[in-house]
């Protein structure tokens, strides 16, 4: 049973223990000298790396408070098994991102070494069989895959996303305004479901993205890493899994295969952002290959505001996947 109270709890701690974290963070991330340039600013100031240490942190002091909450308080009841698998699996991402923001775009980390180690984040999940083996294909038919399911499409789902809203990056706010609207409505489907497990999951990356995004919107302080945007899309994979609702999270990703094309014809090795002007807009770079680069060619826009127009599109697919999934329309 859902307890308003508890939900609240999380949502406090977790959001609480981000913003109190983060501005540490920035602080030794300058000391240590571990920052990058803000390639979307004219004079290309140096940025805090690895935002995702302190949503790794609120997240789970958020999951930990959960679990205090059902076993010592008993306010709510949440199947640990579950609960625990769907948190190894993120952390896990959250820990192998935090190894390629070391040593990856610094030493090199090939492209299918990046796509093939979240694969085995998704063991936790594998192990305990979550979900259901019937899938929802939108607009086709509704597949039983059987062990299929456990053994391929649960790894699959896991890097799948990950490495997504790795794609779609490089701009400040935008990892994580796209994280915020596309979490909301996954715990908005789950709320009408009652699934509690996943609604507190949710809720506690929820609290902590929606914390570390008051550091991370124009102008920047810090950058996500990969330790966030690899855990953010392994955080959505995992909840849609456990919740049932793959249809829906594919849905919600169509921005990413919009990216993945663009990416996929420059054989992924075009950039987000693009070349800053004394003026303070953006124009594409010549090459192309991402969504980002095609917004800037329509027009003479400002960083702030292509990442604007990037969330609304996002806004725009949430709540129209609302809408068609209500309508049984899907």
């Known amino acids: 049973m859902l307890n308003i109270l508890a939900v609240l709890l999380v ?28 390639m979307n600013k004219f004079d290309k100031p140096q940025i805090a790396e690895m935002g995702g240490i302190g949503v790794i ?18 306010i709510i009841e949440i199947n640990l098994t579950v609960f625990m698998a769907m948190f190894m699996t993120v952390i896990l991402i959250g820990f192998i991102g ?10 090199g980390i090939r492209q299918w070494q990046h796509a093939l180690f979240p694969v085995f984040a998704a063991l936790p999940l ?27 499409m649960i790894p699959l789902g896991i890097t799948g996303a990950s490495n997504a809203f790795n794609m779609l990056a490089g701009m400040n706010g935008l990892e ?15 709320l009408m479901a009652g699934n509690v497990e996943v609604i507190f999951f949710l809720i506690a990356m929820l609290a902590a993205i ?25 955080t959505i994979a995992t909840s849609v899994i456990v919740g049932n609702i793959e249809k829906i999270g594919v849905l919600l990703m169509a921005l990413f295969f919009v990216e993945l094309g663009f990416k996929a014809k420059h054989k992924f090795q075009s950039h987000c952002f693009g070349l ?13 290959g991402s ?18 127009i990037i969330l609304g599109i996002q806004g725009i697919i949430c709540v129209s996947t609302i809408i068609l999934i209500n309508a049984g329309l899907v």
Do not use: C
């Open 11 to 38: 949502f406090i701690v977790s959001f609480g223990v981000t913003l109190i974290i983060t501005p540490f963070i920035i602080n030794r991330m300058h000391l240590r000298g571990i920052t990058g340039k803000d």
């Open 57 to 74: 942190f609120g997240f789970s002091i958020g999951i930990i408070t959960s679990i205090f909450v059902s076993t010592y308080i008993g």
């Open 98 to 107: 935090l190894v390629d923001d070391l040593i990856g775009w610094r030493k």
């Open 126 to 152: 594998m192990a305990i069989s979550v979900g259901s083996s019937y899938m929802s294909i939108p607009f086709i038919a509704i597949v039983n895959l059987g062990i299929f399911y456990s053994l391929i």
């Open 176 to 190: 994580a305004g796209l994280g915020i609207l596309i979490i909301s409505t996954i715990l908005y489907f789950n």
């Open 210 to 234: 929606i914390a570390f995004l008051k550091f991370n919107w124009f102008p920047a302080k810090i950058f996500p890493g990969d330790s966030l945007t690899l855990m953010l899309g392994a």
């Open 276 to 288: 800053p002007q004394k003026d303070g807009t953006l124009k594409a770079r010549p090459e192309g």
């Open 291 to 308: 969504l980002t680069q095609w917004i800037m060619k329509q027009g003479s826009f400002t960083e702030k505001q292509v990442t604007g």
